[in-house]
């Protein structure tokens, strides 16, 4: 005697065999909420100054939840076309999941752009940067080389007016603080450093030997480096 197997729970609600009001008001919008107050209250809050550990965790749950926008799609709109009755219900719902699925794709593409699609792009723009190189920066020196390794840029000036065996009385630890607050403060190297990359600057002098090199990470910019984004974001919230 063959023994009866009924689908389960999860395949009746993909195929549309759950009623269209346990789907929609369940399945679609009370779990939707639940999972964007879940998001307001875990992600927001770190938005300034997230690590590539919470970065990674981020992207695989925003990921998540984007598969579960495309299932809970589809359980809503076949259920609609198992509905029976009035035709205006089915199809409102189906405008309001499709309009969800919308925002969906546009925050999966911004996430996507912002933590992949930017890096690539980042990258894309140094090595073809360095075709224009040696480029003359001001009076005194050129920016003779540029180069990126993961999360890692290297720049390489050379001083023209500078000669190392002449310059043992030079103040360079003046002169490092004097770089890494102007990266601090300019927007462009700001930007970079507030995501984790890490800008190394090697001085050469004209006759192409090292002066100095120097590193900066954000730390260096110190613990207000987030203070602006921060006022940016309670000044829109305000709005």
Not at 166 to 179: E, G, I, L, M, T
Request: hydrophobic letters at 40%.
């Amino acid at each position: 005697m063959l023994e009866s197997k009924n689908p389960s729970y999860l395949k009746k609600l993909l195929k549309g065999q759950i009623t269209l009001i346990i789907t929609f008001w369940v399945w679609f919008f009370f779990i939707t909420l639940v999972i964007n107050i879940f998001i307001d209250n875990s992600f927001e809050q770190s938005n300034y100054h997230q690590s590539n550990s919470e970065i990674v965790l981020s992207v695989i749950i925003y990921l998540l939840i984007f598969v579960y926008t495309i299932l809970i799609f589809i359980a809503v709109y076949r259920s609609a076309d198992n509905y029976i009755g009035n035709k205006l219900w089915p199809f409102l719902s189906k405008v309001i999941i499709s309009i969800n699925l919308f925002f969906s794709l546009f925050s999966a593409y911004d996430l996507l752009r912002v933590t992949i699609f930017e890096d690539y792009a980042i990258k894309s723009e140094i090595n073809s940067f360095k075709d224009s190189l040696p480029l003359k920066v001001n009076s005194y020196s050129h920016l003779t080389n540029i180069g990126i390794e993961e999360k890692n840029i290297y720049y390489t000036y050379r001083l023209d007016n500078m000669d190392i065996t002449a310059s043992k009385d030079y103040n360079f630890k003046k002169f490092k603080s004097q770089v890494q607050d102007s990266l601090c403060e300019e927007d462009n190297t700001l930007k970079l450093l507030k995501k984790d990359y890490i800008l190394n600057y090697t001085y050469v002098d004209k006759n192409e030997e090292k002066v100095i090199d120097i590193e900066t990470k954000k730390t260096n910019c110190g613990k207000g480096i987030y203070d602006l984004d921060i006022l940016k974001e309670l000044i829109r919230q305000g709005n």
